[in-house]
């Protein structure tokens, strides 16, 4: 096990500094157009200015030295200062962090409790009316983009409730049910589209495992339908739909982006939203690299929790 | 009980592939008896693409014309979808936006699906140290969410839907030079190919001729399935002003802007553009599904 957590981590490795470059190269090819946008605002652009303030951000230094100085800093903790609001990236961090991560795992949780259920009901009433049901209800979660069902939602929250999206975001330290009432809703949102994945996995996992001449054995020793499918095939099951969770947390960051925004929710997607407005590159790179290696990292415990459940993924 | 009777139903519903030739409509009459929800699918499609290249016939006025004295009118027999914050006909913008919606995601899917299958075909045809490369480099992609890759790139390279292509297309290309690759992997050990080597073909004939042809039913497969995902994917852009920018009507735009503070008095606004883009990403998915049915029985029901 040791060996295999060991070589899963080397492996990672070079990916974060092939991204690192890829972000890197990807937001220099074009010329530094933050400066002037930035110098745009204050009214008046003397060439002098921006050589200034190139200067004072180290872009006037080639790129290889840029990469090298940036690479430098992120290895000591420093993300930077935003060039727009000249605010310390890892500050900004600080504050949008914990939003992102209170809405994901509300997501997830959502999405389990949605999505578990029907996709088990679904399989065990295999062809019938309830299955048909669960199965559009999922394929619409897959159609439905999850900005239209959030527009949807506070729309008609507001006809039959009167209730819109507050504006100013309390913390869950702050007032626990004020926050929770901010996030339950786009939590929801994202939780569908979550749960028409996990829906349409735990389904067709189960009707796999369902097949199987244990599954059988355990149905002729009398055992009943429904402590089958529950103690027999969907420990089985489950596998697949750990794994597929952890793919879809890079859908999930994604889909934060939007509804962040939508929600006026202060996380790391509405803050990518705003670098990627104002072309503010230093955040955005540094976002880009904070959301990779959440990937990465949740594909990596993904991985090895599928090892440790799986042993004969660990010898392979 | 229902349980038992499912599997000897399933055991025995393999579907053949549908043979080229003169047979098509009988090729087609069969796919849809097999495949229901399918068949509904491609009609969706069908009239969705044919919605798009026939808008001007099909919508009273042009999708961009105000009429400030009609503002805000409900669904009506004179504006079925009812009319926008400066008048404009919601019914003649979803029409004229299908065109922007299928455009961008055919062509991304189309360019994503060649520039992935050729990597993959490539990269899984040589394997040895450049696959290596090939392989951590599209890792790398990969790892970075795909709408936020879309969304840096787009806003390297500018707005416009013209712009949302590339963007849309580098995050569909590394899934398909994965699946291409993996597939390319286990034929590039079958028999024929080993025969055909053994006569004195070349890689690139062996490639073409040999490889290629037995990967393509997972190539159509993901794209038809990605064709959802990438008419999202532009609707997103478009919703977050880094795509089909106004007054040309995209759904996602339509979603955006301005119209946003008049949803709660105007709800149609919010709620036909959705149609349509959930509509047509659903007819996608069914018509994806039915399709991975059709050619690769293993993955039925996924």
Redesign the interface.
């Known amino acids: 096990m040791q060996t295999y957590i060991l070589r899963r981590l080397i492996y990672a490795v070079p990916v974060v500094l092939l991204t690192s470059l890829l972000v890197f190269g990807l937001l220099h090819l074009v010329p530094g157009d933050v400066i002037v946008a930035k110098l745009a605002d204050q009214g008046t652009v003397k060439p002098s200015d921006i050589v200034q303030m190139k200067h004072q951000y180290g872009l006037d230094k080639s790129l290889p030295e840029q990469y090298g100085i940036w690479v430098g800093r992120i290895l000591r903790g420093d993300l930077g200062h935003s060039i727009y609001t000249g605010r310390s990236i890892n500050a900004s961090l600080r504050d949008a962090f914990p939003v992102t991560i209170e809405l994901t795992v509300l997501a997830m949780l959502f999405g389990v409790a949605i999505g578990v259920p029907i996709g088990v009901i679904s399989a065990a009433f295999r062809g019938s009316g309830i299955d048909y049901a669960g199965r559009v209800f999922a394929i619409l979660g897959l159609s439905a983009p999850n900005f239209w069902v959030a527009s949807m939602a506070i729309t008609y929250m507001a006809i039959w409730f009167g209730w819109i999206p507050p504006l100013t975001y309390r913390s869950f330290t702050q007032d626990p049910l004020a926050n929770l009432e901010q996030l339950v809703l786009p939590a929801l949102v994202i939780g569908y589209g979550l749960g028409a994945v996990i829906m349409r996995m735990t389904r067709s996992t189960l009707l796999e495992v369902l097949r199987e001449d244990y599954v059988r054995t355990a149905r002729a020793k009398g055992i009943g339908p429904a402590a089958v499918i529950i103690r027999h095939a969907f420990k089985n099951a489950s596998l697949p739909v750990v794994t597929i969770m952890g793919g879809q947390l890079a859908v999930l960051l994604g889909g934060a982006i939007i509804i962040e925004t939508i929600f006026a929710l202060p996380g790391l997607g509405r803050l990518a939203l705003e670098g990627l407005t104002f072309r503010d590159y230093p955040l955005v790179q540094a976002l880009v690299m904070v959301f990779t290696i959440i990937v990465i990292g949740t594909n990596l415990l993904v991985d090895l929790s599928y090892a440790w459940l799986d042993p004969r993924i660990r010898f392979a | ?4 009777s ?2 000897t ?2 055991a025995s519903g393999v579907a053949l592939p549908a043979r080229p030739g003169g047979q098509w409509h009988s090729a087609a009459l069969r796919f849809a008896r097999r495949n229901p929800l399918g068949a509904v699918g491609a009609l969706i499609v069908l009239l969705m693409v044919v919605a798009a290249i026939f808008a001007p016939l099909l919508t009273p006025t042009g999708p961009t014309l105000p009429a400030p004295l009609e503002r805000l009118r409900g669904p009506s027999g004179a504006h079925w979808f009812g009319t926008d914050d400066i008048g404009r006909d919601v019914y003649t913008r979803v029409v004229y936006g299908a065109r922007i919606s299928l455009e961008v995601g055919i062509t991304t899917v189309v360019l994503g699906t060649l520039i992935g299958a050729a990597i993959g075909l490539v990269s899984g045809y040589f394997s040895g140290t450049a696959d290596l490369i090939v392989q ?2 599209l ?10 890759l879309a ?3 787009a ?2 390279i500018g707005k416009g839907t013209i712009n949302t292509i590339f963007p849309i297309a580098l995050v569909i290309m590394p899934v398909n030079a994965r699946v291409v690759r993996s597939a390319v992997l286990t034929v590039r050990e079958s028999v024929f190919v080993e025969g055909a080597r053994v006569i004195g073909a070349g890689n690139g004939r062996i490639m073409l001729r040999h490889v290629l042809p037995n990967v393509t039913a997972p190539i159509l497969i993901l794209a038809s399935i990605w064709i ?1 995902n990438a008419i ?1 994917i532009e ?2 852009l478009s ?4 795509g089909t920018t106004p007054p040309t009507p995209s759904w ?1 735009n339509m ?1 955006a802007g301005q119209g ?1 503070a008049y ?2 008095q105007a ?1 149609w606004l ?2 036909f ?2 149609l349509a ?3 047509t ?2 007819a996608f ?2 018509l994806g ?1 039915a399709l991975r049915d059709t050619w690769d029985p293993r993955l039925r ?2």
């Open positions: 009980m229902a349980l038992s499912a599997v139903v399933d951590r480099l890792d790398s992609v990969q790892s970075i969410p795909g709408l936020l969304l840096v790139v806003a390297v959802g999202i609707a997103s919703f977050l002003g880094l996602g979603l946003r949803m709660e709800p919010a709620l553009p959705g883009i959930t509509l990403v659903l998915n069914l599904d029901g996924r």
